[in-house]
């Protein structure tokens, strides 16, 4: 499977961009990603999550998933628009595309 992750915005404005090939990760990380996803129902997800709050300085999101039958499915969304259970989801794939 292969994930796009991108954040942008915040205070700071940084921009973090990662490709990540679960075929290239260790075997562990590649099954808690597939966990992540399910417990977000991730492909069930409508493609722009909004908040109901408008605010400034939210980090914006565009995670673009394509599994091994090539159906990409792509989402975008803010903090406050996230699902909860999308949460640990996007925690660990900035961290993973902090270490790229």
């Not at 090939?21 to 992540?36: M, R, V, Y």
């Not at 977000?40 to 091994?68: C, K, Q, W």
């Amino acid at each position: 499977m292969k994930i796009e992750f991108e954040r942008t915005g915040g205070f700071m404005g940084l921009r973090i961009f990662a490709e990540i090939d679960t075929a290239d990760l260790p075997p562990e990380e590649a099954e808690a990603i597939d966990k992540l996803l399910a417990e977000a129902n991730f492909f069930a997800l409508p493609e722009e999550l909004t908040a109901s709050t408008p605010g400034m300085d939210y980090f914006h999101y565009r995670l673009t998933v394509i599994p091994e039958d090539g159906k990409a499915h792509t989402v975008r969304f803010t903090d406050s628009a996230a699902p909860l259970e999308m949460l640990p989801l996007v925690r660990r794939l900035t961290r993973l595309a902090r270490g790229q």
